[in-house]
């Protein structure tokens, strides 16, 4: 039995795609380095995600508040194209140039997922594919200017504005908003967390 959820996410969408499962849980945000060496989106996202979850661990235990029954929830997610891996743009230029990179292509959304249940922990990654239809520069700068793109891996929300422009997705849909769903309860399963 499952006494409290953590969710360890400032992202409204990830927020949003929890609670819209009927699961209770508080979302924290406990400080992380994201810098990492690694290459691969794959390993990238993954260890962002275990960082973030161990993050969370520590504050709580810090705090008094961690039990053995915690169930920790940590993702991390970006968008790889054309050999570069794109996080979330540094600004409106930066969201441009992302945007100019996916514009007429396909590109691959992987979210590193890591669940800590008491001291049982189970990482993994889930990849999507997705298409974009060319778009015009003008196109391109006047979806900067809406402000969608600023804290979105890969400058876009593919609940949002930017579906006009994607032509296909192949894969989980919830990965490219931020929280792959079925990943999560796969790993859910595996820890014999019920929630």
């Known amino acids: 039995m499952v006494l409290q959820i953590i969710l360890a ?12 499962l009927g699961i209770p849980f508080r979302a924290v945000t406990a400080p992380c380095d994201e810098q990492s060496g690694l290459r691969t989106p794959e390993a990238l996202t993954e260890e962002l995600s275990r960082r973030k979850a161990e993050s969370a661990r520590s504050m709580l235990q810090s ?31 930066d969201a441009a140039r992302m945007l100019r990179l996916l514009a007429g292509g396909a590109h691959t959304v992987v979210s590193g997922l890591t669940v800590r249940f008491g001291e049982r922990i189970a990482t993994a990654h889930e990849t999507t594919r997705v298409w974009f239809d060319p778009m015009s520069e003008q196109e391109i700068l006047a979806y900067v200017r809406s402000g969608e793109p600023r ?13 006009r422009w994607i032509s296909g997705i192949e894969g989980d849909y919830f990965n490219v908003v931020g929280l792959p769903v079925h990943l999560l309860f796969r790993l859910l399963r595996n820890l014999g967390a019920d929630v």
Do not use: F, M, W
């Open 9 to 20: 996410s400032a992202s409204p969408r990830r927020r949003e795609i929890l609670a819209s």
């Open 63 to 93: 705090s008094g508040e961690l039990t053995p029954d915690t169930l920790i929830i940590g993702c991390d997610t970006v968008v790889y194209a054309g050999e570069k891996i794109l996080g979330k743009p540094r600004d409106d230029e």
């Open 151 to 163: 804290d979105k891996a890969g400058a876009y929300a593919v609940q949002g504005l930017a579906r």
